[in-house]
């Protein structure tokens, strides 16, 4: 391996050690937040289940209300919105967990970069002689490759979360197919098929969002944004179905299970261009540091 290799392996670790502190930093915040985040919706989550309880129980208001023909209705409402609460508390939780291993992990690489840089700078000046001139290139080079690295770590995030989406495009699919039969006569085997789904989606829903915002963080260091509310993406179905089973109920499911596959489909054909256009910014970028590489070979 020669000057120009050595160098430009030096400073990509330099570049990747800037990334890897800025996503550490970057991460530490994120638990911050969630941790303020957990604390403000624990009492919600208590609030909502205070409330449905109440009412579940209240004789008194549970003859009012079905006299006045909206008891089922209240309950569902009352329902809803603890299972919504109580949702949106353990995605929290989840992503509390996924942000403190993700800690974890970064100080071991930072740790291990920081070793490869002090050898690999050691063995460049026992042989080789550092001039200005490669200095001047040396600076430059590495201004290029930490924006090749952090276009890098925004392809994978977006690629992560496409992973992710079409995950929870492929349970839904079947949550739809089991639902629709269960419409028309599917009874035990459809509802255990519906069921099974519909965890999944749940399960997959949560990962998702939290690579959602992992990726988020990754496009704002290049100064992109890509905004979707993915609040609207219902990872509660299937509780609503098992609480309240019949007809009617199975119907709203189907239609649910239906908005969130259209939504899911508006999302993965964003991100699929997302990638593209990341990818061609990418390769404008090597062609940078291929030109710098070709002035290094004539110094």
């Given at each position: 391996?020669?000057?120009?290799?050595?160098?430009?392996e030096?400073?990509?670790?330099?570049?990747?050690?800037?990334?890897?502190?800025?996503?550490?930093?970057?991460?530490?915040?994120?638990?911050y937040?969630?941790?303020?985040?957990?604390?403000?919706?624990?009492?919600?989550v208590?609030?909502?289940?205070?409330?449905?309880?109440?009412?579940?129980?209240?004789?008194m208001?549970?003859?009012?209300?079905?006299?006045?023909?909206?008891?089922?209705?209240?309950?569902?409402?009352?329902?809803?919105?603890?299972?919504?609460?109580?949702?949106?508390?353990?995605?929290?939780?989840?992503?509390?967990?996924?942000?403190?291993?993700?800690?974890?992990?970064?100080?071991?690489?930072?740790?291990?970069?920081?070793?490869?840089i002090?050898?690999?700078l050691?063995?460049?000046?026992?042989?080789?002689?550092?001039?200005?001139?490669?200095?001047?290139?040396?600076?430059e080079?590495?201004r290029?490759?930490?924006?090749?690295?952090?276009?890098?770590?925004?392809?994978?995030?977006?690629?992560?979360?496409?992973?992710?989406a079409?995950?929870v495009?492929?349970?839904?699919?079947?949550?739809?197919?089991?639902?629709?039969?269960?419409?028309?006569?599917?009874?035990?085997?459809?509802?255990?098929?519906?069921?099974?789904?519909?965890?999944?989606?749940?399960?997959?829903?949560s990962?998702?969002?939290?690579?959602?915002?992992?990726?988020?963080?990754?496009?704002s260091?290049?100064?992109i944004?890509?905004n979707?509310?993915?609040?609207?993406?219902?990872g509660?179905?299937?509780?609503?179905?098992?609480?309240?089973?019949?007809?009617?109920?199975?119907?709203q499911v189907?239609?649910?299970?239906?908005?969130?596959?259209?939504?899911?489909?508006?999302?993965?054909c964003?991100?699929r261009?997302?990638?593209?256009k990341?990818?061609?910014?990418?390769?404008?970028?090597?062609?940078?540091?291929?030109?710098?590489?070709?002035?290094?070979?004539?110094?």
């Amino acid at each position: 391996m020669g000057f120009k290799e050595e160098l430009l392996e030096y400073e990509q670790l330099k570049a990747n050690g800037k990334v890897l502190s800025k996503k550490l930093e970057n991460m530490k915040q994120s638990i911050y937040e969630r941790q303020n985040q957990i604390e403000e919706f624990r009492y919600v989550v208590e609030k909502e289940k205070h409330d449905y309880d109440v009412l579940e129980r209240s004789s008194m208001k549970q003859m009012l209300a079905k006299i006045t023909g909206n008891y089922e209705a209240k309950l569902e409402k009352e329902y809803k919105e603890y299972i919504s609460a109580k949702q949106h508390y353990d995605e929290l939780v989840y992503q509390l967990e996924y942000a403190n291993q993700e800690v974890l992990n970064l100080e071991g690489q930072i740790s291990n970069n920081a070793n490869e840089i002090t050898k690999k700078l050691r063995n460049i000046k026992s042989r080789y002689q550092y001039s200005d001139e490669s200095q001047a290139y040396a600076e430059e080079v590495n201004r290029l490759l930490y924006k090749r690295k952090e276009y890098e770590e925004a392809i994978n995030a977006v690629r992560e979360t496409l992973y992710h989406a079409d995950e929870v495009m492929g349970h839904l699919q079947s949550a739809d197919g089991a639902s629709t039969w269960d419409m028309f006569g599917g009874e035990l085997f459809a509802d255990i098929l519906k069921y099974a789904s519909l965890d999944k989606v749940g399960r997959a829903v949560s990962v998702m969002k939290n690579s959602a915002l992992n990726m988020k963080a990754e496009l704002s260091d290049i100064s992109i944004e890509f905004n979707m509310d993915l609040d609207y993406i219902d990872g509660t179905t299937r509780t609503f179905d098992v609480l309240f089973d019949n007809f009617f109920s199975d119907m709203q499911v189907r239609d649910r299970i239906a908005n969130n596959m259209n939504m899911m489909d508006d999302y993965i054909c964003r991100l699929r261009e997302l990638e593209y256009k990341l990818n061609n910014d990418l390769a404008e970028i090597n062609k940078e540091i291929s030109v710098w590489n070709e002035q290094l070979s004539i110094m």
